[in-house]
């Protein structure tokens, strides 16, 4: 990972593990992510999503009609931004459909730890739960796997500073 230091203010650059570590219990603080995809005209668009953050990846749902699913469908690349306790965070990268049965289970029995009881549909391709959130459209749910390819972090308490941090391919 190539880190740059964008802090004006003689900041030292933030290390990725200050914001990994929140990420990690970051569902357990009640933090919305906001997603931003790109209409096929070039106009964003920007949804809040639950995601979870599991071994250096985004995952979130997403109905299939939703604004944000068919603009993935046409163009993966996105971004995720959150504010963590102590940390604003933007990431860019890009979201790809997960329908491999065996990631699918995983997450829904994260998404089912958190509180929100996720199962694996009956086409073994989708998430079903009793409920989602209104904006996630009817059941069943793709599952999304966001890849970071970039991230942006800006202190909002002791030790200041931003960073920009640039994931390996």
Known sequence: METTNLDAYGH???PWSRAERQLQVSVAKDLTHFLTTVRADGRPHVAGIGALWIDGRFYFTSG?????????AERDECVIAVKLPDLD???EGTATRV???PTLDRLAKAFEAQGWPATVDEAETALTAPYSAPSAGPAPWSLYEFTPSRAFGVATAE???ATR???AA
Do not use: I, N, Q
Request: negative net charge.
């Open 12 to 14: 030292d650059a933030l």
């Open 64 to 72: 299939d009609g939703t604004r944000k699913s068919r603009d993935l």
């Open 89 to 91: 965070l933007v990431v």
């Open 99 to 101: 329908t491999d049965k």
């Open 159 to 161: 030790p200041h500073g």
């Open 165 to 167: 941090w640039d994931f």
